[in-house]
């Protein structure tokens, strides 16, 4: 649990990471006509909703602390306004919140719309705290659900899918907050904000597509990075790593799989060029884990021995999960990600070794698809993952999907949606995003006329919303702001990452399907030694 929560905590420095104060951020003269009120304004409800309560509470700011597991905190947060509204769905019985934070002096003028992360709706109070400091006006909502692992409101009292707040969790209330903030924003502010933005990495990433995708008219821009996008199929995908090695009854400790995933970006380091303990273009890595067999690891004191079993595990880990007739359902994890991350063991006082699942996917497994909180997911065979990944295409791809590749709408509104997804993220695989990406080109007419509203970055050794802060750092807020407000296009996008020795490395992110090139002379740890280049097809 504790390695999930250091996980799922790197979504919180989201806001950190991509509202740093800018010149583009810098509040703007005369942005409101009126002297500040925090009073509770008058709310028009949403089609389809009921508006219960609206109130209004004045905070002093200071240092703000994030609820819920995911904790983090923010720091010189000035005095804000906040507004909370909660609406019903009459007949649903839910009871969504929506808060708006307001700063009381130096709004920039902009509105910002936040997303969550695992099964959290939206933020824990970090990010609008950001926001706030960076001179945001700034929304999020819990959607009536509850934090990031709880996930109480699955099922209702008939031990059915409660598919009201599933609904809101996956796209409604997140639409419904952006209506509701931007009225609370212009009455404290007697005005419009002059731009929209939303931000999100993970859920939040899959939240911003599914605005561009279903309500292409509530941002500007939207910057949705390292999205959980085709939630009905990578969710299920990622507990192929527990079941292979269930199935297979070969558990590789921890300092194996690290040996695994060290010796491939060893092998594949040079790729782009140069020996710069960083894999630039992962796809092209074609490392055989077999070839550490009889390799020995010291673990914990221990000398143990890689076996062809282990190896095997491992394969079929990074080749992702297969029919019985071995027809390709999903990616797997990224060469060079964190094996651990979703192939996680436990050791009991006996000595039993047993596998220890992320808990996302085995909610997803236990409570959406069997209906059964109590499901062990241990038992789980390769027929019956099967069975499982098309159960949940079937029944939640229309409601969480998040994969219509039709942005046409969006791109009419005059919309920009920007993303980063680092290249060894060891819960949502990178192809995942990339195929999407692909599937867009095919239905807006090509690659060109895609990159006029949106662009993709991938990022070297850069693990799950690694890039907020955790695993480096990238300011897409600062590009989008400049894509929406001046018409810069971004070619790359410039990031600080940490490479396999831990030291930091700039780069210039390219843009998809361009990957980076050592120009051949420079230092390796500077962004200027590499170019981007469109790599060969293979």
């Known amino acids: 649990m504790r390695r999930a929560l250091t996980v799922l905590a790197a979504v919180v420095p989201l806001a950190a990471a991509v509202c740093l104060p800018t010149a583009s951020a810098e509040p703007k003269s005369g942005s409101a006509t009126t002297p500040f009120v925090c009073s509770a304004p008058p709310v028009k409800a949403p089609p389809g909703t009921r508006v219960e309560s609206v109130t209004a509470v004045g905070q002093a700011g200071g240092t703000i602390t994030g609820t819920g597991v995911l904790q983090g905190s923010v720091s010189d947060v000035p005095a804000y306004c906040e507004v909370t509204a909660t609406l019903t769905h009459p007949g649903d019985g839910d009871h969504a919140r929506i808060r ?18 695992a099964y959290l709706a939206g933020d824990n109070g970090v990010g609008l705290g950001v926001a706030v400091k960076n001179g945001y006006a700034a929304t999020t909502t819990d959607a009536g659900v509850g934090d990031a692992l709880d996930t109480t409101w699955a099922l209702n009292s008939k031990g059915q899918v409660n598919n ?5 969790f996956a796209s409604r209330s997140q639409h419904e907050a952006a209506l509701v903030g931007k009225q609370v924003v212009a009455s404290a502010y007697d005005r419009r904000a002059s731009y929209s ?3 999100g990495c993970s859920t939040g990433g899959r939240q911003g597509y599914a605005e561009a995708q279903r309500h292409p008219g509530d941002y500007d821009g939207i ?8 939630w009905d199929e990578f969710e299920v995908a990622t507990l192929w790593p527990q079941v292979v090695m269930n199935n297979e009854r070969t558990y590789p400790t921890g300092c194996e799989l690290d040996a695994f995933t060290n010796a491939a970006v060893k092998a594949c380091d040079s790729l782009d060029g140069v020996k710069d303990s960083l894999v630039n273009d992962a796809s092209r890595c074609d490392f055989d884990p077999r070839r550490l067999i009889g390799t020995k690891v010291v673990c914990d004191g221990k000398e143990l021995t890689v076996t062809a079993a282990d190896a095997a595990v491992v394969r079929k880990i990074w080749d992702g999960p297969r029919t019985a007739s071995g027809r390709k359902l999903w ?14 063991t436990e050791v009991a006082p006996d000595g039993t070794v047993t596998g220890k699942p992320f808990p996302v996917p085995a909610l997803w497994i236990r409570l959406w698809l069997k209906k059964d ?81 949106y662009r993709l970055f991938l990022a070297p050794g850069t693990n799950h919303c690694g890039l907020n802060g955790l695993d480096g750092s990238a300011d897409g807020l600062a590009a989008l702001t400049a894509w929406v407000e001046h018409g810069k296009a971004p070619k790359t996008l410039s990031a600080t990452l940490i490479d396999a020795d831990g030291q930091q490395v700039t780069r210039n992110l390219c843009g998809y399907p361009q990957v ?23």
Do not use: M
């Open 100 to 117: 708006t934070w307001l700063p009381v002096s130096g709004w920039n003028g902009r509105f910002q719309g936040l997303g969550g992360a």
């Open 516 to 538: 980076s090139r050592y120009r051949g002379h420079g230092d390796p740890g500077l962004a200027s030694s590499f170019r981007c280049v469109t790599p060969p097809r293979h």
């Open 373 to 453: 909180p109590s499901f062990d997911v241990s038992t789980i065979s390769y027929s019956q993952f099967t069975q499982l990944f098309r159960q949940s295409q079937a029944e939640y791809d229309k409601v969480v999907g998040t994969d219509d590749p039709d942005l046409s709408a969006f791109r009419e509104s005059g919309g920009k949606l920007l993303t980063w997804h680092g290249q060894d993220d060891q819960f949502i695989p990178t192809r995942g995003t990339v195929e999407y990406r692909k599937q867009v080109e095919r239905k807006l007419g090509s690659s060109q006329k895609v990159d006029d509203f």
């Open 197 to 199: 933005y939303f931000t």
């Open 223 to 230: 910057l949705a990075d390292a999205p959980a996008i085709n």
């Open 331 to 344: 990616s797997g994890v990224p060469v060079g990600a964190d094996l651990k991350g979703l192939a996680d």
């Open 164 to 168: 009201a707040l599933l609904e809101n």
